[in-house]
């Protein structure tokens, strides 16, 4: 059915295995793999309805925190449903457009997830180092821009790739993707053809979001820690150090599991398949997962309106 010879030919699908050497525990790894989705829908659905509903949330960083849930709930759903879809049904194939446009959206919001964890470093830079303009810089209106520029940039990079694949790659030694979902690198190593341009264009993307918008973000906050330290108590410094907590926290959640994943991805070559593909699909699914919790716990208002909804739901019943 497959040619995996030294033949090149010129598909019209692709076949995902799923998690490659672990295909006989498929079903059971549906299992964690189904509720994880699960959690992360209700979740950042959840967070969505609260700061929809409550207007003391009605401030730029919670709108920033919409934008993420809705980043992550893409991001959730580009994958998720095929992965599952191949361990309950056996649906191993994916049309070559289904799979560009799978590769575009995973690779595009995962880029927007990274400028909106930047624009809320902005907002934490304003609200701690210059909280007199706070509210003239950081508008409806100028979070609107912020959230704007950063999906424009996700299509400004990533656009290219599946572009540069079908225009570039044309031929395959094989349909056989060894992942779950189609990343970039699981199909760009399949090609037949010279793909320095593809390698050199996922690395500079990768250098440009992971390492940039790190080190952007770590500038904030160095400036942020340095004007926390000028304060005149501790309490005042735990205070202010205390608004930024949630952010820190989502910025590690993000950021970890992509790092650990790419760089086993490229430098891991004595890692088994089923690690890397693993690993893969959880910084997708983390990131969903942790935010919602990472809010709810540490934000009082989201967290007092969750257990007035809980509470109203039990008198009812």
């Not at 690779?107 to 701690?128: K, N, Q």
């Not at 690395?203 to 080190?215: A, E, H, P, Q, W």
């Not at 150090?241 to 650990?260: D, E, K, Q």
Request: charged share 10%.
């Amino acid at each position: 059915m497959f040619m995996s010879n030294n033949a090149c030919l010129v598909p019209s699908s692709f076949w995902l295995t799923g998690i490659p050497g672990l295909q006989s525990l498929h079903i059971w790894l549906s299992i964690p793999f189904s509720s994880m989705y699960l959690v992360a829908v209700v979740g950042n659905v959840t967070i969505l309805a609260v700061i929809k509903v409550e207007r003391s949330l009605h401030q730029p960083m919670y709108f920033f925190l919409c934008m993420l849930a809705v980043i992550d709930l893409v991001l959730s759903t580009s994958t998720m449903p095929k992965l599952l879809a191949i361990f309950w049904f056996g649906a191993h194939s994916i049309d070559l457009d289904a799979c560009l446009t799978q590769m575009f959206f995973i690779h595009c919001f995962a880029t927007v997830e990274s400028g909106i964890f930047l624009a809320m470093a902005f907002d934490r830079y304003v609200a701690i180092c210059d909280p007199l303009h706070h509210t003239s810089v950081l508008t409806h209106a100028a979070v609107s821009r912020l959230g704007l520029v950063a999906l424009l940039r996700g299509v400004l990079y990533i656009g290219p790739l599946p572009l540069m694949i079908r225009l570039r790659l044309p031929l395959y030694r094989t349909q056989i993707v060894a992942h779950s979902y189609c990343e970039h690198m699981a199909i760009v190593t399949l090609a037949c053809g010279d793909t320095t341009v593809n390698n050199l264009y996922g690395m500079g993307i990768g250098f440009l979001v992971l390492i940039l918008d790190s080190l952007a973000i770590t500038a904030s906050y160095v400036m942020i820690f340095r004007a926390v330290m000028g304060l005149a108590t501790p309490e005042a410094r735990l205070k202010t150090l205390g608004t930024c907590s949630s952010h820190i926290c989502a910025i590690l959640v993000f950021y970890i599991p992509i790092a650990v994943s790419s760089l086993t991805h490229r430098f891991g070559h004595h890692v088994p398949p089923h690690i890397h593909i693993l690993l893969a699909n959880f910084y997708l699914l983390i990131p969903p997962i942790l935010n919602p919790v990472v809010y709810a716990v540490r934000t009082k208002q989201i967290r007092e309106r969750l257990l007035h909804v809980l509470k109203a739901g039990t008198q009812t019943k």
